[in-house]
């Protein structure tokens, strides 16, 4: 029982270039999520995935996009990194849509862009 | 507009000792408060939660307070011990249907 992962762990990218970052879980939940987190700042919402085949908009989503290919798998995709998107990501999952329950948290990917 | 803030970076506790780490918010419509935990190099894992129509909630050596009227919580953690070192963060919710807003976190020393 792997929990949340998430590839890779690092990554620099050139301004312009597009990446795809993977999470999975294997503790069959139906929601899951995309933070970022930046020096002196708490962590902040991407885009989540309530359930399958629904993703909405969290607190920053400019200059991503999302795919929750199946109940597992949950991607994140920058089309054009910007270096304002420094920063580590994180991917959690947990059982439901209900924000006050647990959040479980892969280890992240920490981005560098040029 | 930070709505949820911890306004000490870091805090030094001699094991053994209580560590009390504090949280300040912002929006009087939070009416759930959750606390994680995070060590170095790994996502934070969830420590101990406070609904709003309790001022305490009690885990084993983990205590957190809620006082409304002054819009702050605070985890207490005794002992102290080593393996506590981390960084702690807060976040706050109006209720299940809204995402949860965080804190920017306090790093927890622990000294031998």
């Known amino acids: 029982n792997a929990g949340v992962t998430q590839t890779p762990k690092f990554q620099v990218l050139k301004t312009g270039q597009s990446m795809t970052l993977q999470c999975a879980q294997d503790?069959?939940?139906?929601?899951m999520y995309w933070y970022r987190q930046d020096p002196g700042m708490g962590l902040r919402l991407i885009y989540y995935?309530?359930?399958?085949?629904?993703?909405d908009k969290g607190e920053v989503p400019n200059g991503y996009n999302v795919s929750r290919l199946n109940k597992r798998e949950f991607s994140l995709r920058l089309e054009s990194a910007a270096p304002s998107q420094t920063s580590v990501y994180f991917c959690?999952?947990?059982?439901?849509?209900?924000?006050?329950?647990?959040?479980?948290f892969g280890p992240g990917t920490r981005l560098t862009v040029l | 507009d930070q709505q949820v803030k911890q306004n000490s970076p870091s805090l030094s506790v001699q094991e053994g000792r209580i560590s009390i780490l504090n949280c300040d918010y912002t929006?009087?419509?939070?009416?759930?408060f959750l606390w994680y935990k995070k060590y170095p190099a790994e996502g934070p894992t969830f420590l101990i939660s406070?609904?709003?129509i309790k001022d305490k909630n009690e885990d084993g050596r983990f205590t957190v307070f809620l006082n409304k009227s002054a819009k702050h919580l605070s985890l207490h953690i005794v002992p102290s011990q080593p393996g506590d070192s981390a960084v702690y963060f807060c976040?706050?919710?109006?209720?299940?249907?809204?995402?949860?807003?965080w804190g920017a976190g306090t790093k927890l020393i622990i000294k031998p």
């Open positions: 995935s309530a359930s399958e085949g629904t993703t």
């Open positions: 503790m069959n939940h139906n929601s």
């Open positions: 406070i609904s709003s």
């Open positions: 929006n009087s419509m939070f009416d759930y």
């Open positions: 976040a706050g919710t109006p209720d299940s249907n809204y995402q949860l807003i």
């Open positions: 959690a999952s947990k059982l439901q849509g209900v924000w006050t329950d647990t959040q479980y």
